[in-house]
């Protein structure tokens, strides 16, 4: 899968839910059964694979029951989705996440398009903080793409905004939706304790996409 990223759709009920399909999606590529994936937290708190040992790099993100999870061969990747509605609520705090240049373009446009122009641009700025690692450390506004991150806005069905960001951007992103396997149920029950210390094709190039930040 060089030069490619995969996303994977799915429902999830809550966080047990989300690592245990992660684990089944990362199972999926290392070829093993989804209780062999073990994951650990990061410096900054995401997940990580911490054995079968691997180049695989994965992001996650949820919003209410929507699950989405980036892989990749090796480049880092950060995801996030967000739901339409939570855009109602940045327009009061813009400031906290939004550089000046990208406010004063935000100003530029009619007052109904803000709410999601702004959701657009916070899940850029997700998505490049998890890609980089470091997660709330970094002063989101600062966080701006630049290469040799690319990436952006992707096309999304229904009530959720999505962005991917990768390091050195990507030829082919296939999307698919998550059909867990039989082992997802009691690996979801298994998961709510902590963690150790139909198919559709988007070509963009090299992931340009909507960039936003």
Same mark, same amino acid.
């Given at each position: 899968m060089s030069g490619r990223v995969d996303l994977w759709w799915a429902e999830v009920r809550d966080?047990?839910?989300?690592r245990a399909l992660l684990r089944d999606v990362v199972s999926r590529y290392l070829r093993c059964h989804p209780e062999e994936v073990v994951?650990?937290?990061?410096?900054?708190?995401?997940?990580?694979?911490?054995?079968?040992?691997?180049?695989?790099r994965f992001s996650s993100s949820s919003s209410g029951p929507i699950a989405l999870f980036a892989?990749? @061969?090796?480049? %880092?990747?950060? !995801?996030?989705?967000?739901?339409?509605?939570?855009?109602?609520?940045l327009p009061e705090t813009e400031h906290l996440f939004l550089s000046a240049a990208e406010r004063r373009r935000v100003a530029e446009l009619a007052p109904a398009s803000r709410p999601v122009e702004l959701l657009r641009l916070w899940?850029?700025?997700?998505?490049?903080?998890?890609?980089?690692?470091?997660?709330?450390?970094?002063?989101?506004?600062e966080l701006e793409?630049?290469?040799?991150?690319?990436?952006?806005?992707?096309?999304?069905?229904? @009530?959720?905004? %999505?962005?991917? !960001?990768?390091?050195g951007g990507w030829a082919e992103c296939l999307q698919r939706r998550v059909q867990p396997t039989a082992a997802v149920?009691?690996?979801?029950?298994?998961?709510r304790e902590p963690m150790s210390s139909a198919r559709t094709h988007a070509r963009t190039g090299r992931g340009s996409g909507n960039q936003r930040a």
């Open positions: 966080a047990a839910d989300r994951l650990r937290r990061g410096a900054s708190g995401r997940p990580e694979l911490d054995r079968p040992g691997s180049r695989l892989v990749t @061969d090796g480049a %880092a990747v950060g !995801v996030d989705v967000e739901r339409t509605a939570h855009g109602a609520l899940t850029v700025k997700e998505a490049l903080a998890k890609a980089l690692g470091t997660g709330l450390a970094t002063d989101p506004t793409l630049r290469p040799p991150w690319r990436g952006g806005v992707v096309p999304t069905a229904g @009530d959720v905004v %999505a962005a991917l !960001v990768v390091h149920a009691s690996i979801s029950t298994s998961s």
